[in-house]
């Protein structure tokens, strides 16, 4: 964010008239100014590499680099909204943790609730830098299809990766994320959470028992993976 503490925002967009629409938009919206605009994608990548950007409004479908080509190289280091008059790149932007979707013709109303979800999201990030480490939490939030869900730890048994989304399975029931198993991997506390599969990350406080190869939570049976058995047993005191 710069001095001001306004966050800085690219749009970048091979129409003029969609990267036009989108700066007037956010020439409206408080808290919000444009440090680059501009209509060639590879442009707009030199800049964001440069740290100086915290949201991008990416088209999907540009000459010499797509959109989500261009996140796979930023690698998460700003949040991003895609725009495109194709709905169909819709799933394929959440698996690459996107704040929103929008569907051209952007009307201001639904930009305005994409610009809602970047605030958040940019905002828990400036906190969990100003937090306690993640090991002294006792909760995080996610995604969900409409709504940001507060999930405490302890009320977690399991989390499995389905094909668009991730589930989290807990004692009040199961919650849909738009998460990544990488993410959640990267964010649980270690000394609670394993993964012992790629499909499945368990809390470790909830396992009943281990048997022929998998551990049982909640009468529910999870492979152990291969590749993830060592290191649960090192992580497992049996006596």
């Known amino acids: 964010m710069t001095n001001s503490g306004n966050i800085r925002c690219v749009v970048v967009d091979d129409e003029p008239l969609a990267v036009k629409l989108l700066t007037d938009y956010i020439s409206k919206t408080p808290g919000f100014e444009v440090v680059f605009k501009t209509t060639h994608v590879l ?3 030199q800049f964001v590499q440069e740290g100086k950007t915290d949201l991008v409004f990416l088209d999907i ?3 010499e680099l797509n959109g989500i080509q261009f996140m796979k190289i930023i690698r998460n280091s700003c949040k991003v909204i895609l725009t495109t008059a194709y ?3 819709a799933i394929e932007g959440y698996e690459h943790d996107v704040v929103d979707y929008l569907l051209k013709p952007i009307t201001f ?3 305005m609730i994409a610009i809602q979800k970047a605030r958040l999201r940019l905002q828990e990030k400036v906190a969990e830098t100003t937090l306690q480490p993640a090991s002294a939490e006792e909760h ?3 995604k969900t299809e409409y709504r940001v869900q507060k999930i405490a730890f302890a009320s977690i048994l399991y989390i499995e990766a389905l094909r668009d989304y991730i589930a989290f399975h807990t004692a009040e029931g199961k919650i849909l994320s738009l998460e990544s198993m990488r993410n959640m991997e990267a964010l649980l506390p270690a000394h609670r959470f394993i993964r012992i599969h790629k499909s499945y990350i368990i809390n470790k406080d909830k396992i009943d028992f281990l048997e022929r190869g998998k551990i049982v939570i909640n009468s529910q049976y999870l492979p152990i993976g ?7 047993m090192a992580q497992i005191k049996i006596v």
Do not use: C, G, N, S
């Open 226 to 232: 291969d590749t993830y058995k060592e290191k649960l």
């Open 87 to 89: 709905h169909q790149y």
């Open 140 to 142: 995080l939030f996610i």
């Open 109 to 111: 109303d639904r930009y």
């Open 61 to 63: 479908q540009m000459p």
């Open 43 to 45: 442009e707009a990548l």
